[in-house]
Structure formats: structure tokens, C-alpha cells
């Protein structure tokens, strides 16, 4: 499975579009690495991860081509992460040659709410899919797992365990905080050979609980290979970083490369392959109808109005 970041940022990116402090001024100066758009992810070029408002200049940067995809995975309905108009540019109106295969949409009820809206009448081959926490769905050849992610109350929030063809597992973790004890207890049932979590409070502990810090992920690490879902020596990378947490990529690696995590940058691509040697690990739980009450009991937690 190759997972390809193409923005890395939080909400704002970075530089911010307002922003005058000292650490959007330093990642003009620096550039590179340092330049962060909306988070999104493409998975082996066929499976996209949310349609943040920075979409078309990643299709611009990276020589993307979107009618190769073969469907579209959202985690929430923040606006960092999911442009609803854009979609609409996929219509008859907008292309010489009208595009006729569905793209199937993937999702939780609150982004499809907004989608059936923003698209009535537009004239763009959609199919709408809800998801639900716990179930795992076939989408384009993969294994689609939504776990609840710790973020927004309001909405349906999800993380996604993605499972390829050839069994190479995925978790990927943005936008979430500290995951509530059932999110754990799902985990246990999982081998996991790859993660991206997100880190965008950056060194910054305590505060606004619906995303993570550095610590937190260095414990989110921990606590998997402790449970024995996740190898020390697979890759876990870290995304959605804020300004407000201050540090350049150069300082993020030095803080995060001895506990064996890697910092993301924009347009970065690594690989998550599955174990040879041993059969991977069936998840103990697929549907939602079987599991105790408290995984169907929705995430209680205090978030202010700020989506990072």
C-alpha cells in the first residue's frame, strides 16, 4: 500500500491565510518542508482521503489525475478537511467530455447530509454511501473499518482502518484526540502495519482535547505495541500540524525520530506493507450489531468552537 500525504496542515495551513506569528514568518523564510497545506491522503493512487479546499493545487503540485479515482473516503464534516463545492466541477458543465462511471462517496451521515444539499441539480455522477462506526464495507477493493474518532461531539467523527488487497493494514488517525476506551478495546481485535496520526497541537500538552500532541502520539505508539497491534519497526507518521504548535519540521524530527516516529510533509509518500512471515490477526469485531452498548454511545468530551 503506498499512502501518499498530500497536505499536512491544520486547519488554517501554514503559513496561516491571517497569520503574522513568529512561526508562520519562519516557515515562509525556510520553505520546503516547512509549507503545509489542508490535510488530505491518496491511497496507491486510487483512494482518496478527504477534499480539503487545497485539493486543486495538490492536483496542480503533484500531476494528480482525480478521474482515476475509484472512490472518496470522508472522515468529518469540518471544512478543512471536506470542500463540498468543489465537487460539483466534476459535472457535465465543467468537463468537454462528460463523465459518465459514479464516483461512489463514502462517509459519515452529517458529510452526506451536506453533499445531497450542495449537489442537487448539479449534474455530477455521485453515489452517496453512509457509513457506520464499527462495520467494516468493501470500497474499491479495500476493507473500510470507521472507528469514532475524539473530536467533534456535534457530528459523526471517524477514523479509518484500511485494509489493501494483499492484507497491509492502515490506521489512519486525523483529525481525533485521545481515543475513548472503546475506541481502544476495537483496536485490540486489529494488526496494524502502518499509522498516520495526527499531532496538530505539535509539543503543546493539555488544552483543546480533540486532537494530539507530540507526547500523545509517542503514547498512542506505546500503548498499540503494548497491545500487540502495531510492530515497533513499522512506519507511524505524524500529520494535521498547526502553526500554534510552533516547531519547524527540522525540530519536529528531532523530537519525534527517537521514538521512531516520522513527521510528514506535504506531498510525502511511504509504504505499509503486511508481515510474510505470519498470517495476519482477523479483527475480532466487523459489525456494529454485535458490540456492547458503549461502543454505540456517542463520544461525550468538551470541544470549544475552534477546528484545528
Known amino acids: 500500500m503506498n499512502v501518499t500525504l498530500l497536505g499536512t496542515s491544520a486547519a488554517e495551513g ?20 516547512n509549507l503545509r497545506t489542508r490535510s488530505s491522503a491518496l491511497i496507491d493512487g486510487v483512494l482518496k482521503l478527504d477534499f480539503p479546499p487545497d485539493t486543486l493545487y495538490h492536483v496542480i503540485r503533484d500531476n494528480l489525475d482525480l478521474r482515476g479515482l475509484r472512490a472518496l473516503l470522508f472522515t468529518h464534516a469540518h471544512d478543512d478537511h471536506f470542500s463540498a463545492p468543489e465537487l460539483q466541477y466534476r459535472g457535465e458543465h465543467f ?30 455522477p455521485f453515489t452517496f454511501h453512509r457509513l457506520t462506526a464499527w462495520e467494516t464495507v468493501p470500497v474499491a477493493g479495500y476493507d473500510i473499518t470507521p472507528i469514532r474518532a475524539q473530536h467533534d461531539p456535534a457530528i459523526e467523527c471517524f477514523n479509518y482502518i484500511v485494509r489493501d488487497p494483499r492484507g497491509a493494514t492502515l490506521l489512519y488517525a486525523t483529525d481525533t484526540g485521545w481515543y475513548e476506551e472503546p475506541t481502544w478495546e476495537f483496536l485490540q481485535g486489529y494488526r496494524l502495519d502502518g499509522i498516520v496520526a495526527e499531532c496538530a497541537k505539535g509539543p503543546i500538552e493539555g488544552g483543546y482535547m480533540a486532537h494530539m500532541c507530540i507526547p500523545e502520539v509517542v503514547r498512542l505508539r506505546r500503548r498499540l505495541i503494548e497491545m500487540g ?25 528531532v523530537a519525534l525520530q527517537p521514538h521512531n516516529i516520522q513527521p510528514a510533509y506535504d506531498s510525502m509518500t511511504f509504504k505499509v506493507e503486511a508481515p510474510t512471515l505470519r498470517p495476519r490477526r482477523r479483527p475480532i469485531r466487523t459489525s456494529g450489531a454485535a458490540l456492547p452498548a458503549a461502543y454505540r454511545a456517542p463520544v461525550a468530551h468538551l470541544a470549544p468552537d475552534l477546528n484545528l
Open 95 to 124: 468537463v468537454p467530455t462528460p463523465i459518465l462511471e459514479p464516483l461512489p462517496i463514502y462517509g459519515p451521515r452529517d458529510v452526506l447530509q451536506t453533499l445531497e444539499r450542495t449537489l442537487a441539480g448539479k449534474c455530477a
Open 229 to 253: 497491534c502495531f510492530n515497533p519497526e513499522s512506519p507511524l507518521v505524524t500529520t494535521h500540524f498547526s502553526h500554534l504548535g510552533g516547531l519547524m519540521h527540522d525540530e519536529l524530527q
Open 14 to 33: 501554514w503559513p496561516a491565510l491571517f497569520c503574522r506569528c513568529a512561526a508562520c514568518g519562519k516557515a515562509r523564510q525556510l520553505g520546503g518542508k
